[in-house]
């Protein structure tokens, strides 16, 4: 049973464009939902990250669009670089669990 | 400050073979992660130290792969023995624990088993 769901395995825009990353999950006890940027040959690094009592965080391109009461959220990446493909994993914990549950990952690739 | 080290960055090992792979947390840091990594599993946690004490030992990883932690900076994972279905990319990560959910991540070790 897949507790954190990322719809897509793969995303392509263009250069420029506003990039979606769609992530839902199951258990009403997550609170905390963090992503993790990972390229090739390296371990994930964190990129964002949203607490449920925020509906919206944003950093610089990159913000979270959370909706607690359908369980899901969303990463947009505004003015998509080249440099941003990589793979993108949301994940979710819950209060005082310590231990993150992780996506599928979106692999996203950035047309030039 | 020096992030997660991970040794050996490739290993490559026969069927039936004991390999140790080895993991430095950043310094301060109480909770330890190893997850494994492949294309069709995604990330999946094997084990998880808080403050030294094993928190979660992976369920169905328990019978061939054990992970200590000898000491607060540095941990092992010990997969025995080790088997074909078992070549993926195994990471490491740590996190301040408490309120602090933020894991830092390895650049992980790729095992082959032939």
């Known amino acids: 049973q897949q507790q954190v769901r990322q719809s897509s395995q793969s995303l392509t825009v263009w250069e420029g464009e506003t990039a979606i990353l769609n992530c839902s999950y199951e258990?009403?006890?997550?609170?905390?939902f963090p992503w993790y940027q990972q390229f090739p040959g390296e371990g994930p690094a964190l990129l964002i990250a949203?607490?449920?009592?925020?509906d919206k965080k944003e950093d610089g391109r990159f913000t979270i669009f959370f909706n607690k009461r359908e369980k899901n959220l969303s990463l947009h990446i505004k003015d998509s670089q080249p440099g941003d493909s990589a793979t993108y994993f949301c994940?979710?914990?819950?209060?005082?669990?310590?231990?993150?549950?992780f996506g599928q990952g979106t692999k996203l690739s950035i047309k030039p | 400050d020096a992030g997660v080290t991970q040794t050996p960055r490739h290993e490559v090992a026969e069927k039936g073979q004991t390999i140790i792979l080895k993991c430095e947390p950043v310094s301060g840091h109480n909770d330890l992660f190893w997850y494994r990594q492949t294309k069709i599993q995604g990330l999946e946690l094997l084990s998880y130290?808080?403050?030294?004490?094993?928190?979660?030992d992976g369920g169905a990883f328990k019978d061939r792969f054990k992970a200590e932690m000898l000491n607060s900076s540095f941990s092992t994972l010990k997969i025995q023995p080790t088997e074909p279905k078992d070549s993926a990319v195994y990471l490491c990560?740590?996190?301040?624990?408490?309120?602090?959910?933020?894991?830092?991540f390895g650049p992980g070790t790729r095992l082959t088993v032939l």
């Open positions: 130290f808080r403050s030294k004490s094993l928190m979660e």
């Open positions: 949203i607490r449920s009592v925020s």
């Open positions: 994940a979710a914990s819950a209060y005082n669990q310590g231990k993150l549950i």
């Open positions: 990560a740590s996190s301040l624990g408490g309120s602090s959910y933020e894991q830092y």
């Open positions: 258990n009403s006890a997550f609170d905390y």
